[in-house]
T-cell receptor, first 113, second 119 residues
Framework: EAEVAQSPRYKITEKSQAVAFWCDPISGHATLYWYRQILGQGPELLVQFQDESVVDDSQLPKDRFSAERLKGVDSTLKIQPAELGDSAMYLC???????????FGPGTRLTVT | AQKITQTQPGMFVQEKEAVTLDCTYDTSDQSYGLFWYKQPSSGEMIFLIYQGSYDEQNATEGRYSLNFQKARKSANLVISASQLGDSAMYFCAMRESINSGGSNYKLTFGKGTLLTVNP
């Protein structure tokens, strides 16, 4: 069964350091999403790609976060510099097209010390 | 204002019983969609069921059914014959358009309900 892959699964970093997360969506899925989930809350959309284009990044803190999906397949989310408040689960999801059900990867749990 | 409201932070149910998880939503769109996801302690979000705003029949998927009451703007999840493996966080989410043309969509999640199934 096709799955969304994410790495790393866990990341511990010191504040002010750079950190990067990688996501490989289900093959053939045009839409890719990055979410941040703080403990005890629902996921919050950070950025949404349709193929290689950004559809929505209104909630992405652009002073420190960046995301790319250069060839319209896999994607990287970067934080530089990391802050203590960035500690959260970062979830990647993909869907066949916008509006369709999203399938999530296992997530990357980030701890900033 | 919250777009998705899940008023039950936690719910308990006995194994083999049915349970209803509440979800109300707020939107001015005529076309929208409602989703339920399950998140076990491992962290992965698992898609359970979908209901479109124009669907006249309530969605069903195995032991999951969605009690859709459009006029009341509610989309409650019903799990029948609960199993121990159903213990998890459950999130209601709404898909709505993010532009006036209606060609781009985003998903907004509620805060979730933690379901515990007791043996």
């Amino acid at each position: 069964e096709a799955e969304v892959a994410q790495s790393p699964r866990y990341k511990i970093t010191e504040k002010s350091q750079a950190v990067a997360f990688w996501c490989d969506p289900i093959s053939g899925h045009a839409t890719l999403y990055w979410y941040r989930q703080i403990l005890g809350q629902g996921p919050e959309l950070l950025v949404q790609f349709q193929d290689e284009s950004v559809v929505d990044d209104s909630q992405l803190p652009k002073d420190r976060f960046s995301a790319e999906r250069l060839k319209g397949v896999d994607s990287t989310l970067k934080i530089q510099p990391a802050e203590l408040g960035d500690s959260a689960m970062y979830l990647c999801a993909s869907s066949l097209a916008e509006g369709y059900e999203q399938y999530f990867g296992p997530g990357t749990r980030l701890t900033v010390t | 204002a919250q777009k998705i409201t899940q008023t039950q932070p936690g719910m308990f149910v006995q194994e083999k019983e049915a349970v209803t998880l509440d979800c109300t939503y707020d939107t001015s769109d005529q076309s929208y969609g409602l989703f339920w996801y399950k998140q076990p302690s491992s962290g992965e979000m698992i898609f359970l069921i979908y209901q479109g705003s124009y669907d006249e029949q309530n969605a069903t998927e195995g032991r999951y059914s969605l009690n859709f009451q459009k006029a009341r703007k509610s989309a409650n999840l019903v799990i029948s014959a609960s199993q121990l493996g159903d213990s998890a966080m459950y999130f209601c989410a709404m898909r709505e358009s993010i532009n006036s043309g209606g060609s781009n969509y985003k998903l907004t999640f509620g805060k979730g309900t933690l379901l515990t199934v007791n043996p």
